[in-house]
């Protein structure tokens, strides 16, 4: 299920007193010192199918976050990770990858709170070399985004004790 590979790609939200690291590229094509450029996107959806929102990863001059913004998931805490497989196979979505022996790993993200009326979002920020994470999301099979039913507690396997995956999406290059 996890990403077990060790690359140097660290959520800035596992260490907050981390400082933001100005990854943009004013120089790039239609770019200005506010413009925010999609680097990535996925669409996620329930196991019967039905959307459930969206998650994009983006840079802009402050840094890179990955943001993610859902409906339809049960109120709640909700974990929500990196699978190291760009595959999302209803109704189980097992295909998106196998557990981390090595327990808690960097496609860990914090939980993703749901309201009463059956929305979140949540922003992320990435610190890392933009080359390096985009290869690491981008290799050979790709990436899945994956809300699962309850909240990860960071410490068991093989899910965090998350429960069984509800919502998935693949990442693709923007």
Not at 6 to 14: E, M, S
Not at 85 to 92: E, F, K, M, R, V
């Amino acid at each position: 299920m996890f990403f077990s590979r060790q690359v140097p790609f660290a959520l800035a939200a596992l260490s907050l007193a981390g400082c933001s690291q100005d990854l943009a590229d004013p120089a790039a094509e239609g770019a200005t010192d506010n413009s925010v450029q999609s680097l990535a996107s996925a669409d996620l959806a329930l196991s019967d199918g039905t959307a459930a929102g969206t998650a994009t990863l983006s840079e802009a001059e402050g840094g890179t976050a990955l943001e993610i913004a859902v409906s339809g998931i049960e109120p709640g805490e909700h974990g929500f990770h990196l699978h190291q497989i760009g595959q999302c196979d209803a109704p189980d979505f097992k295909s998106a990858g196998k557990d981390s022996p090595a327990g808690s790993h960097l496609g860990d993200l914090p939980n993703l709170s749901i309201g009463d009326d059956g929305t979140g979002s949540l922003t992320v920020p990435v610190q890392g070399e933009k080359a390096q994470f985009m290869e690491w999301l981008f290799d050979a099979d790709g990436t899945a985004i994956m809300i699962h039913a309850g909240p990860d507690d960071y410490r068991t396997d093989p899910t965090g004790d998350a429960g069984a995956r509800v919502a998935c999406g693949v990442l693709t290059k923007a």
